[in-house]
């Protein structure tokens, strides 16, 4: 099994940065590969960006390129979310999420990860 837990949510201004934390403890961060998604009220849980178990390779969804990072530090277990620029769109309940996907396969899909922290808010205000 797996934990994880995000924080570093919160309110913000448009415009304005936040830096996302998701810890994980129970076995190998290493083994796996981490993604964050995020959900707004009435919306589907959504993609948002990925990176591979040794941090060489980084997905995003179109709309966070350029203003969002995803990185690991996988000595501290710990995954990150830089945020930049942020827009009243941005608003929602992030959650970071751990998975083993097949080689070769980009990790962006809901059923690529197994384990799932219990979500941090972010609120952009306009």
């Known amino acids: 099994q797996v934990q994880l837990v995000e924080s570093g949510g919160g309110f913000v201004q448009t415009g304005g940065s936040l830096r996302l934390s998701c810890a994980a403890s129970?076995?190998?961060?290493?083994?796996?590969?981490m993604g964050w998604f995020r959900q707004a009220p009435g919306k589907e849980r959504e993609f948002v960006a990925a990176?591979?178990?040794?941090?060489?390779?980084?997905y995003y969804v179109d709309s966070a390129k350029g203003r969002f990072t995803i990185s690991r530090d996988n000595a501290k277990n710990t995954m990150y979310l830089h945020m930049n620029s942020l827009k009243p769109e941005d608003t929602a309940v992030y959650y970071c999420a751990a998975g083993t996907p097949g080689l070769g396969v980009r990790p962006l899909l809901l059923n690529d990860y197994d384990y799932w922290g219990q979500g941090t808010q972010v609120t952009v205000s306009s």
């Open positions: 990176i591979s178990r040794s941090g060489g390779r980084t």
């Open positions: 129970g076995r190998t961060f290493s083994a796996y590969a």
